[in-house]
């Protein structure tokens, strides 16, 4: 009887250790929605009201550090638009668009309003090849932000955004994912392509009050449908 308690305290200790001292597996990315046949829908908490962070990771990463995120791989006879507003009827969102570029530490300037998304203007003019990024607040102090229910999209939705003199394009929603904010891919997201993408980026996952911030980077990947430039 002893030789068995023991051996079943041994085990128990045993993983209890191993518990403790093994790796936390990897972290990878929470697809929400694909257009990829095998899609993944997955249940996202969101903390309403929390207060906005002092800094966004997005501000203090470098996105420039490996690449140039301008660059374009091949020669584009598209002028593309220099954004002044972004509808996305699935959402609700009518939104004015403003310029916003780097933060002295290399990272993306976010905009100074709930209310108003930001468009990274050294990267690429939406409408040519490569990838457009587009960035907004998901709440402030208040309440909701502009991109509150930007985790609700799905492939297949569609976002509009206008130029001036009444220039549009329409691009399609292909994916809906969640990142560590740690581990975001920032060359997927500003990165060159030699499609004409549009990624929507924002903050979500669970509110961490001790680091001011939320866990998780939401990126909406779309890529352009249809275009419409008004006359030059």
């Not at 020669?75 to 403003?98: C, H, L």
């Not at 090849?129 to 907004?136: C, F, T």
């Not at 932000?145 to 394009?169: H, P, Q, R, T």
């Not at 890529?223 to 430039?229: E, F, G, H, I, Q």
Request: aromatic fraction near 8%.
């Amino acid at each position: 009887m002893k030789q068995i308690l023991y051996s079943i305290t041994l085990g128990l200790l045993v993983f209890i250790i191993s518990y403790y001292w093994l790796d936390e597996p990897v972290k990878e990315a929470r697809v929400l929605s694909s257009s990829d046949a095998a899609e993944l829908r997955v249940e996202q908490t969101q903390t309403r009201g929390a207060p906005p962070p002092e800094r966004d990771l997005l501000e203090t990463e470098p996105i420039n550090k490996d690449y140039e995120p301008a660059v374009v791989v091949e020669p584009d006879d598209q002028p593309g638009i220099i954004p002044e507003r972004i509808e996305i009827p699935a959402i609700g969102v009518d939104a004015p668009v403003g310029k916003e570029g780097y933060t002295e530490e290399g990272g993306m300037a976010v905009p100074d309003s709930v209310t108003k998304v930001g468009w990274f203007e050294p990267g690429t003019k939406p409408g040519r090849k490569g990838n457009s990024v587009i960035a907004g607040h998901v709440d402030g102090r208040n309440g909701p932000a502009v991109f509150f229910d930007l985790k609700d999209l799905n492939a297949g939705d569609e976002i509009f955004v206008y130029g001036e003199n009444g220039s549009k394009l329409t691009y399609t929603v292909q994916k809906v994912a969640a990142y560590p904010v740690s581990d975001a891919p920032l060359r997927e997201i500003f990165g060159p392509t030699d499609q004409r993408a549009l990624n929507l980026i924002t903050c979500t996952g669970p509110y961490d009050r001790e680091a001011s911030g939320y866990t998780e980077r939401l990126t909406v990947f779309t890529t352009l449908k249809d275009s419409r430039y008004a006359p030059s």
